[in-house]
C-alpha cells in the first residue's frame, strides 16, 4: 500500500486560509468517506483534527474544515494563527481492509 | 481520564525478537478495536496494525505482515505487539491509538493515541 500523496510543505500568513491536499485512490480515499486528519507538534504524539472526510471532534477550532472530491480529500485551516504550525498526516481506510497514512505536511506560519 | 501508556521498547539487535504493551484506562476497552502506528525518526506516520474489539480478527500493513503479531486482553485492558526478526528499518516510535466510532456516522479513526515507545534496531 503506498503512502498517500500530500504536499510536502504549505505556507501562510496569520488570518489567511491554507489548504492541504491529499491524494490517493478509488481503493482508498476515493471509495470510502473514513478520511481523516491529524496534526502532529514536534515531539508530541498526533492529535485527531477530522473525522469522517468532514466531522470535527469536540473540542477542535471550527477553523479547521475536511472535503473530499474524488480521489484527493483535503484540510483547510482558516484565520491561519501561529498555534498551527505543525506536520499534518491524513489517513484513510483501505480495500485490503487497512489504514494508509499520507506523506505528512509542514504547515509554516510566515 | 482516558489513558493509553505504552512500554517495553528499547535497544534489539536485528533478527531478535521484542513486545510492546499499552495499558489503557478511563473507557471501556473491549468495545474499541485498537491499532498500533509508528514513526521512524525524521520521518512521517505509518499504520503497522489493528485488532478488533473482541481479538478475534487483525489486520497488518505488508512491511510488518508475518513478522509482527498484534493482540490484546481485555480483563487486564491491554494491547500488545510482538515483533518478531527485527530490522533496522523497523527502528521507530510506536504508538498505540484508540479507534473511535460515532454510531450511525462514521468509525476508523484514531481519537486517543499513547506518548510512544522508541524501538532501535541495531547491533
Known amino acids: 500500500q503506498s503512502a498517500l500523496t500530500q504536499p510536502a510543505s504549505v505556507s501562510g500568513s496569520p488570518g489567511q486560509s491554507i489548504t492541504i491536499s491529499c491524494t490517493g485512490t478509488?481503493?482508498?480515499?476515493?471509495?470510502?468517506?473514513?478520511v481523516s486528519w491529524y496534526q502532529q507538534l514536534p515531539g508530541k504524539a498526533p492529535k485527531l483534527m477530522i473525522y469522517?472526510?468532514?466531522y470535527r471532534p469536540s473540542g477542535v477550532s471550527n477553523r479547521f474544515s475536511g472535503s473530499k472530491s474524488g480521489n484527493t480529500a483535503s484540510l483547510t485551516i482558516s484565520g491561519l494563527q501561529a498555534e498551527d504550525e505543525a506536520d499534518y498526516y491524513c489517513?484513510?481506510?483501505?480495500?485490503?481492509?487497512?489504514?494508509?497514512f499520507g506523506t505528512g505536511t509542514k504547515v509554516t506560519v510566515l | 481520564q482516558l489513558q493509553l501508556a505504552e512500554s517495553g521498547g528499547g535497544v534489539v539487535q536485528p533478527g531478535r525478537s521484542l513486545r510492546l504493551s499499552c495499558a489503557a484506562s478511563?473507557?471501556?476497552?473491549?468495545?474499541?478495536?485498537m491499532h498500533w502506528v509508528r514513526q521512524a525518526p525524521g520521518k512521517g506516520l505509518d499504520w503497522v496494525a489493528v485488532?478488533?474489539?473482541?481479538?478475534?480478527?487483525?489486520d497488518y500493513a505488508d512491511s510488518v505482515k508475518g513478522r509482527f503479531t498484534i493482540s490484546r486482553d481485555n480483563s487486564k485492558s491491554t494491547l500488545y505487539l510482538q515483533m518478531n526478526s527485527l530490522r533496522a528499518d523497523d527502528t521507530a516510535v510506536y504508538y498505540c491509538?484508540?479507534?473511535?466510532?460515532?454510531?450511525?456516522?462514521?468509525?476508523?479513526?484514531?481519537?486517543?493515541w499513547g506518548q510512544g515507545s522508541l524501538v532501535t534496531v541495531s547491533s
Open positions: 491509538a484508540r479507534e473511535g466510532y460515532v454510531p450511525g456516522s462514521s468509525w476508523g479513526f484514531f481519537d486517543y
Open positions: 478511563g473507557f471501556t476497552f473491549s468495545s474499541h478495536p
Open positions: 485488532t478488533s474489539s473482541d481479538g478475534s480478527k487483525a
Open positions: 478509488s481503493s482508498d480515499v476515493g471509495g470510502y468517506n473514513y
Open positions: 469522517g472526510v468532514s
Open positions: 489517513n484513510s481506510y483501505t480495500s485490503s481492509y487497512t489504514y494508509v
